[in-house]
């Protein structure tokens, strides 16, 4: 049970520190495999069929996850609202993002697994525009020291930012919500429900990561430091991509 619960710990971690992009599966002859990294939306976890019953075992649960996964994508997904995905399209107090559906006039009180939620300051954080996107808002967010990462609807963008440029922001008569940007956000929905559960990868497993341009030398040390290897590397216009295998002590059964 330990390794089942550390490597999503250990993610965890890595989520707050400087990940960014999360994970899809593939198998290894997939198409994700054929054309490495080269988009930084797709990530990868491999694995063989010559692995031992517990890997087996392992990729039985992977198999049924991704069957739940496809019969209901959203299964694990999160709200506050009892709005429609349709209505929300068009609420300028809605953050739409695949793991969760946010109206920002209510309370924002989301249940998340402990393993998937920020410790302390996450290091960035969705900043909502009062009105519509507009260059002055950006130029707004880049003059306080908040580094744009990506454009999230309704009229939001990801920053990266410490709390207390998130908290000066949240001040501001051109924002309307400042929220930070949790883990849970972060896990493409193939594998939400083994983060949730905290179900056993594959001993083979290896994962593909997106990483904040800032902090990645940190992160990346902090994967090496846990044990884990750094198998690949590349770029991405929303920062480094690195493919890392699973810390040893983390593989089998615990």
């Known amino acids: 049970m330990r390794s089942r619960r550390a490597i999503w710990v250990v993610l965890s971690l890595l989520c707050v520190t400087g990940l960014l992009l999360i994970w899809r599966t593939e198998s290894r ?3 994700a495999n054929r054309h490495p990294l080269s988009q930084p939306a797709f990530t990868a976890m491999h694995s063989t069929s010559s692995a031992p019953a517990l890997a087996q075992k392992a990729l039985s649960q992977k198999a049924a996850l991704l069957a739940e996964a496809k019969t209901n ?20 107090h809605a ?28 290091g960035a954080y969705i900043v909502q525009s009062r009105g519509l996107n507009s260059a002055m808002f950006r130029a707004m967010l880049t003059g306080s020291g908040a580094r744009i990462i990506s454009y999230i609807p309704n009229n ?15 001040d501001s008569a051109a924002v309307q919500s ?10 493409q929905y193939t594998l939400l429900g083994a983060a949730v559960d905290q179900t056993m990868l594959p001993p083979d497993a290896k994962l ?3 990483l904040f341009p800032d902090n990645a030398a940190q992160t990346i040390a902090q994967i090496q430091s846990l044990g884990a290897q750094v198998v690949g590397q590349d770029s991405s216009p929303f920062g480094p991509i690195v493919r890392v295998t699973a810390p040893p002590e983390l593989d089998g059964a615990g």
């Open 29 to 31: 002859n997939s198409h």
């Open 178 to 187: 400042v929220l930070p940007y949790e883990p849970y956000y972060k896990i």
């Open 208 to 210: 593909t990561l997106g």
């Open 95 to 122: 953050i739409l993002l695949e793991n969760a559906l946010i109206d920002v006039s209510k309370p924002v009180n989301l249940e998340f697994p402990k393993q998937l939620q920020a410790k302390g300051d996450p």
């Open 156 to 170: 939001a963008y990801l920053v990266e930012a410490p709390s207390g440029i998130a908290s000066a922001l949240a």
């Open 73 to 92: 994508r959203f299964a694990y997904r999160l709200s506050n609202t009892d709005k429609t995905l349709e209505q929300l399209m068009h609420d300028r």
